[in-house]
């Protein structure tokens, strides 16, 4: 029973709360600023990826905290004013 509540944890925090910190990170710098993907997360060069496109990245940690911080509030509010 453990594993699986671990498992929707980590499914969570890595998918769903990942994904609203980059659609926060998106609209509050009005696109001057993106997430790291995958493919920069596992690259041996991760100081070189901002170059490309001249946009602040983002690490995915960051992007996660973020998630989670927004989920939050989004939360908080909603209960608060259901109620």
């Not at 980590?10 to 609209?27: D, Q």
């Not at 001249?54 to 989004?74: D, Y």
Request: charged share 15%; glycine share 6%.
């Amino acid at each position: 029973m453990g594993f699986v509540i671990e498992l929707i944890f980590n499914f969570a925090m890595e998918v769903i709360m990942y994904n609203i910190g980059r659609a926060a990170i998106f609209v509050c710098s009005l696109g001057n600023a993106r997430a790291e993907n995958l493919k920069e997360m596992f690259s041996n060069d991760t100081w070189h990826h901002d170059q490309a496109d001249g946009k602040i990245v983002i690490p995915a940690t960051a992007t996660t905290v973020i998630g989670v911080i927004l989920f939050s509030i989004s939360s908080l509010l909603f209960f608060t004013y259901i109620n």
